[in-house]
């Protein structure tokens, strides 16, 4: 896969995810909500990413990435990770609470008969 192996895998995630939205996990129709779960985190990380780049404590393959790069030397690739990733993980999460309230109305329902 090469130099797009790393964007290939982020956009499998967001695939692989996108359903949920579609099922109801209301992720992408908050925007300020997931932002404000998103972005402080992902600000974190690259400035973190930033320090150990310019530290030298470590870097990306170019082989795997695309060259491109944010500034402070971070690539593209792994802003997108610190963005991609979280969304992915409040999708499931909102869906998983959206499934336990279907099946605590459920559970109640069979109670009740």
């Known amino acids: 896969m090469g130099k797009a192996e790393y964007l290939v895998v982020l956009a499998a995630c967001v695939l692989v995810t996108l359903p949920l939205e579609l099922a109801g996990a209301r992720g992408y129709r908050q925007p300020r909500r997931l932002a404000r779960a998103v972005l402080p985190v992902a600000l974190v990380f690259l ?5 150990a780049i310019a530290g030298g404590v470590w870097d990306y393959a170019p082989e795997h990435v695309t060259g491109l790069r944010a500034p402070f030397a971070v690539p593209l690739e792994e802003v997108l990770f610190f963005v991609v990733i979280p969304i992915c993980g409040v999708l499931t999460y909102e869906i998983v609470q959206l499934t336990l309230a279907v099946l605590r109305r459920f559970g109640r329902q069979e109670v009740r008969r």
């Open 47 to 51: 400035v973190w990413d930033a320090l």
